[in-house]
């Protein structure tokens, strides 16, 4: 993989599995573009959890060695492929990718790109695609919530959690917003929650039930090991509950009475199989988010910045679960 001579690009080299620190930049070759590919200057690369699970060996998706990390990213056009038509060069442009977007250039399938609007930053946008796209895909085509409904978001401070934060509040919902830190509470207060209360400090269902005696009708679970049943027992009738991540590590196993008991769904979320089955209605989700922004009634959070240099510490930040919103890595 290491570029000996010819075109070459900066990128985040992972030659074995394990923490981000033992990785390193390194110049590889630069990308060539297929006939349905888009080629990307990379300005923003959006950092996730995933990343630290895929760069670990511990993610469903698994690349050959060596390869570069990276799911999401924002950039300018700078080629593209005989068969694409709907994106031009010089676009301002945000991305999707499973690997390859830590690195100056990327080539992306035209599918996975969205043109941004004049509104967005290059920064804000290569946070948009993974932690939006997954929460607007759960909460409007899984747990299909309505305006009025009430809604608990576990984690809600991190990436994922805070976009469901803002979507929740802008779809009409009453949002519970559940952080481990006052920090991180303000700040799922100050962008949508209409309440928050810390989840890891006693008995879960009782700190709920203070707040919504009734339950709530959707349940927003990026975080797993032993919050999530708990959670589901606080559900309302014909509650769900919808399956996002494990960023506690465990994963749960729940007694199947639950949902018979009480009428509910539990319903995962698989966003990327999604994507990959539905692209067009992908796009349509970002246009209606995008047009929620217009309209000021959904604000994403402006992301921290690290130089790509210090992309050890960015995922660092995001394994110890100390961000606040999105992490970005800056190469151009």
């Not at 923490?19 to 390193?24: D, L, T």
């Not at 100056?104 to 509104?119: E, H, K, N, R, S």
């Not at 929740?168 to 207060?189: C, D, E, H, N, Y």
């Amino acid at each position: 993989m290491a570029c000996h001579g010819g075109d070459c690009v900066r990128a985040i080299v992972c030659r074995e599995l394990g923490p981000p620190e033992i990785h390193v930049i390194d110049e590889i070759p630069d990308p060539e573009v297929a006939p349905g590919d888009v080629l990307i200057d990379v300005h923003y690369a959006g950092v996730n959890f995933p990343d630290l699970l895929i760069m670990a060996g511990q993610y469903q998706v698994r690349p050959d060695l060596p390869f570069t990390p990276g799911a999401e990213g924002a950039g300018i056009v700078s080629a593209v492929g005989r068969d694409v038509q709907s994106i031009q060069v010089g676009s301002r442009v945000m991305f999707a990718s499973v690997v390859g977007a830590f690195s100056d250039t990327v080539a992306v399938p035209a599918a996975q790109v969205t043109v941004l609007p004049d509104g967005i930053d290059l920064a804000t946008g290569s946070v948009v695609a993974l932690a939006y796209g997954t929460s607007y895909h759960a909460l409007k085509q899984r747990a299909r919530l309505r305006s009025g409904e009430s809604m608990l978001v576990l984690g809600a401070a991190g990436g994922v959690g805070i976009a469901a934060v803002g979507l929740g509040a802008a779809m009409g919902a009453t949002v519970i917003a559940a952080a481990s830190t006052p920090a991180k509470r303000q700040f799922a207060l100050a962008n949508g929650a209409n309440t928050a209360f810390d989840y890891t400090d006693g008995d879960l269902r009782a700190q709920l039930k203070s707040v919504a005696p009734k339950g709530v009708d959707v349940v927003y679970d990026p975080v797993g090991g032993g919050y999530s049943e708990a959670a589901f027992r606080s559900l309302a009738w014909d509650g769900r509950h919808l399956v996002v991540g494990f960023t506690a590590g465990d994963i749960p196993a729940l007694p199947l009475n639950l949902p018979l008991l009480k009428g509910a769904s539990l319903v995962g979320v698989f966003w990327g199989a999604w994507v990959a089955r539905f692209p067009d209605e992908s796009q349509r989700n970002y246009r209606e988010m995008f047009d929620m922004i217009s309209r000021g009634e959904l604000t994403i959070p402006a992301p921290k910045v690290y130089p790509a240099e210090a992309f050890a510490a960015a995922l660092g930040e995001i394994g110890g679960r100390r961000v606040l919103g999105k992490v970005t890595l800056q190469f151009r």
